[in-house]
């Protein structure tokens, strides 16, 4: 990626997630963000403007421990080159840290405020409407924002749901316990959550099956998504929502099979296949001719 986009010289020292946050809000609005809506009609001035913004990719990871990869811990038996290269090419936080639950995280992330405050210790009902989220911003900026993957930031009503936060498209699950199909008050607290064949949501339409390994369902859909936009004059911003490494540990079998079968191997073998996504999403942005003006953020 462009290094001049995530300059220290340039941006000072970021070491926080509201830092990081905010140096992706600087870059694609460049002014004071408004919470008006879009307009739709553009000027050739405005297409202009537009182009200038960078796009930004956003990858959740989801339970990733701090030493269970090759960027913090040199001596770590992971394999994730993918994350070495972005490292490389960017800025690798050291003093960077997350909420150790799933749903205040990504709050904090969608956000930029502590999780705590909209109720969610751990778990809460929803980010409140009058929040302006993240997407919701980028949105009213002109670009256009898409989710692939975990939600589970709030589900109490419909207006809690990434449609009515700021994301035009959504692709993937509310929670992870919806991956082994709808949830009711039956089997509410039973489910498991599954890789493997799982059950999955496009927009609001209800849950229909896939066929094959969650990450690259995901991942695929993700690379239409970077693909899709090759030839627009519109910014993007992509959210990309592993459920990797969080249990259950499943990893394909292609990575599987380069493992020990032990605990232990089988999580680093989900390691790698996340890596290897990532590898795949950065390759596309490379191919698309979208690689110098696209903000990757790997959380």
């Not at 290094?3 to 830092?19: E, K, P, Y």
């Not at 972005?86 to 150790?100: C, I, M």
């Not at 890596?275 to 942005?285: I, K, P, S, W």
Request: with cysteine; hydrophobic share 40%; charged share 20%.
């Amino acid at each position: 990626m462009n290094s001049s986009l995530v300059d220290t010289n340039r941006f000072g020292q970021l070491i926080t997630l509201a830092g990081l946050i905010a140096l992706a809000l600087a870059l694609a609005l460049g002014a004071q963000l408004s919470s008006g809506t879009r307009v739709s009609a553009k000027t050739a001035e405005d297409t202009r403007a537009d182009s200038d913004k960078p796009n930004i990719l956003m990858i959740v990871a989801d339970d990733l421990g701090y030493d269970d990869s090759t960027l913090y811990n040199p001596a770590s038996p992971a394999r994730t080159p993918a994350l070495q290269e972005l490292a490389r090419e960017g800025v690798l936080f050291s003093r960077h840290y997350a909420d150790a639950t799933c749903t205040p995280s990504r709050v904090s992330i969608l956000s930029g405020m502590y999780a705590e405050r909209m109720g969610f210790r751990q778990n809460g009902l929803e980010i409140p409407p009058e929040i302006i989220t993240l997407p919701e911003a980028l949105h009213n900026a002109g670009y256009q924002t898409h989710l692939v993957g975990k939600w589970h930031a709030g589900e109490a009503r419909p207006e809690s749901l990434p449609l009515s936060q700021g994301f035009d498209s959504f692709f993937g699950f509310h929670n992870q316990w919806e991956l082994a199909g709808e949830v009711t008050p039956t089997t509410r607290g039973r489910q498991k959550p599954t890789y493997n064949n799982p059950w999955l949501r496009e927009g609001r339409a209800p849950l229909v099956q896939h066929s094959g390994h969650l990450t690259d369902i995901l991942v695929e859909k993700s690379l239409q998504t970077i693909r899709s936009h090759a030839a627009s004059d519109e910014p993007w911003f992509l959210y990309h929502g592993f459920l990797a490494p969080h249990t259950p540990i499943q990893p394909a079998e292609r990575f599987r099979a380069n493992r020990p079968g032990d605990a232990e191997g089988q999580y680093l073998a989900l390691v790698d296949q996340m890596d290897d996504a990532v590898g795949q999403l950065m390759t596309a942005l490379r191919e698309t001719g979208q690689d110098e003006n696209t903000l990757v953020i790997f959380v």
